[in-house]
């Protein structure tokens, strides 16, 4: 808090936190400098993954300026467009490569699941933060009904990655909120057990074939299984110190493939080794802390449960995409947070961020 008569720094009246700031700075650094080899040294491509990016700042600075007590009003209205959307997907969305994930709105697409990433565990901390804490049985099943709606329709498309990472942020809320350790267990066997008509009835060949794939990728070392055995080739060939960067021959001569998106890490280990990684790890986990630390300092109940959300989910995208790169995940989709190309992902997360923020420096106006 600052001192009495003591006038309100630029970032403190913008309703920047900068500490965090400079950890997304360092990412996308990162994040552009490896794309720049993984994509074969397009300038082209560089220069719209800035543009790309300075539109998420954007979208961060606006969300940042909006108190978490208006957030919490309009999350049943976020949430209620954006299943509308998903309804409208499924019914008239635009199909590419064999998923429907897509709303053509004329000038450009829009994928109404990437809303969700924030639109759930806002509903559901708005839900929740209203109701008697820890949430009673009444309580608990009609905040699962409220994710398992987008959840499903999402699953859908089909879009595993996206429906993984919209249930494990609105889970999050949900355990957040104080649920006993025995209903936590009970998720956990219920998951378990769902495991097996999931595999029956639900999921498609080539997701089954995924999850077969990563048991086993040599397999189908040329068909399904080439993505993650050159994967892990260009990550063991880093060493310890990497082949330098724009030196990777995995990437640069092609054998990896979507190695400027979903596999960039791959290129990353490879370019920089084990020290690189872990100086890459390092940088995550400062953003982890910073958001952690703003949690624990929020003010109110729906800015403690999505403050947590926001900042595990992140923690998810970061160990689900080098899970799945390197071999211990099924190949899912998802993103490198801040280093893949992209530009919906890239914005969600820096909404997201743009709420931590949020949370962060409107508490301080209160505590003044």
Known sequence: MASQGASPSLLFRLHIDGTLLIFLILLMIIGQAILYSASGESDALIQRQAIRLGIAFIVMLLIAQIS???????????????????????????????????????????????????????????????????????????????????VVLIAKQPDLGTSLLVSSAGLFVIFMAGVSWHIIFGFIFAGIAFTIPMWLFLMRDYQRQRVLTMLNPDSDPLGSGYHIIQSKIAIGSGG??????????????????????????????????????????????????????????????????????????????????????????????????????????????????????SIHTHRKLLAH
């Not at 009003?73 to 209620?80: C, V």
């Not at 008697?132 to 009444?138: E, Q, T």
């Not at 190949?331 to 890239?346: A, E, F, Q």
Request: net charge positive.
């Open 68 to 150: 978490p007590d208006t957030m919490c009003r309009w999350s049943p209205l976020l949430f209620i467009i954006g299943t509308i959307m998903l309804i409208a997907v499924l019914l008239v969305g635009t199909k590419v490569l064999g998923a429907q994930r897509w709303l053509n709105l004329g000038l450009f697409r829009f994928q109404p699941s990437e809303m969700m990433k924030l639109a759930v565990p806002m509903m559901l901390a708005a839900y929740l933060s209203k109701r008697h804490i820890p949430p009673r049985n009444k309580h608990l099943f009609i905040a699962l009904i409220i994710l398992l709606l987008p």
């Open 240 to 357: 310890d110190f990497g082949k330098g960067w724009l030196n990777g021959t995995q990437s640069h001569l092609e054998f990896l493939p979507e190695r400027h998106t979903d596999f960039i890490f791959s290129v990353f280990a490879e370019e920089f080794g084990f020290s690189g990684v872990l100086i890459l790890l390092t940088v995550y986990l400062l953003v982890i802390f910073r958001g952690i630390y703003i949690t624990m300092q929020a003010q109110g109940t729906f800015s403690r449960l999505l403050g947590s959300s926001i900042i595990l989910t992140f923690l998810i995208y970061i160990f689900v995409n080098i899970g799945m790169v390197s071999g211990i995940l099924p190949v899912v989709g998802v993103p490198l947070p801040m280093v893949s190309y992209g530009g919906t992902s890239i914005v969600t997360l820096m909404a997201g961020f743009g709420i931590l923020m």
